[in-house]
């Protein structure tokens, strides 16, 4: 695994990030696109449609954009992470403390829900009093998942040798990776 002072050569051109719920994956992979120039398509908008139902066409869209030369996504969902991780040259894996990713998530969730924030494909985030309700409420889920990611990210050194791993551990490391990505090798 590599960390944030390991130099990527070459520069990334296929890479996914992962992590839980709340730690900015979103944001990382936008950053990520626009310093390398490559085109960001946010894989949470492909996989829900209207009524947060899976589109029937998720796979087929997954398998289209990640034949392209260069893209960025998030690593999700079962059904493609193991085509994501073959096709992909990097992996950003971004772990933060659970305490920030949980003042984020809760941050994040009540923003969205509170502004009315129309998500994907119409969706927005359910009323809050739904924590208590729906076992796969965000909330719930971002606490239920949090360690998922430190048995998933690992198994993929064996699994997908190629796959160039950047482990993140805090947002200044983030933010230097990124920063990093932004000044041409020399």
């Not at 992979?29 to 899976?54: C, K, M, N, Q, S």
């Not at 992470?81 to 894996?93: G, I, N, Q, Y």
């Not at 971004?94 to 990713?101: A, C």
């Amino acid at each position: 695994m590599l960390s944030v002072d390991d130099l990527l050569d070459p520069a990334p051109r296929r890479v996914l990030v992962a992590g839980v719920s709340g730690v900015g994956k979103t944001t990382t992979a936008r950053r990520i696109a626009e310093v390398l120039g490559i085109r960001h398509t946010e894989i949470d908008a492909l996989f829900h449609g209207p009524g947060w139902e899976p589109r029937p066409t998720f796979v087929e869209d997954v398998d289209r954009f990640t034949r392209e030369d260069s893209w960025i996504t998030e690593w999700l969902y079962g059904p493609v992470r193991p085509m994501l991780a073959e096709r992909a040259d990097t992996l950003v894996w971004v772990d933060l403390p659970t305490r920030v990713m949980l003042r984020r998530l809760l941050r994040r969730t009540l923003r969205r829900r509170l502004g009315r924030e129309e998500l994907w494909n119409g969706n927005v985030e359910p009323p809050l009093w739904t924590f208590f309700t729906d076992r796969g409420h965000i909330l719930r889920w971002g606490i239920s998942t949090r360690n998922a990611m430190r048995e998933q990210v690992p198994a993929l050194e064996g699994s997908a040798p190629h796959l160039r791993i950047v482990h993140l551990r805090s947002q200044h490391e983030v933010d230097a990776f990124v920063e990093r990505l932004a000044r041409p090798a020399v």
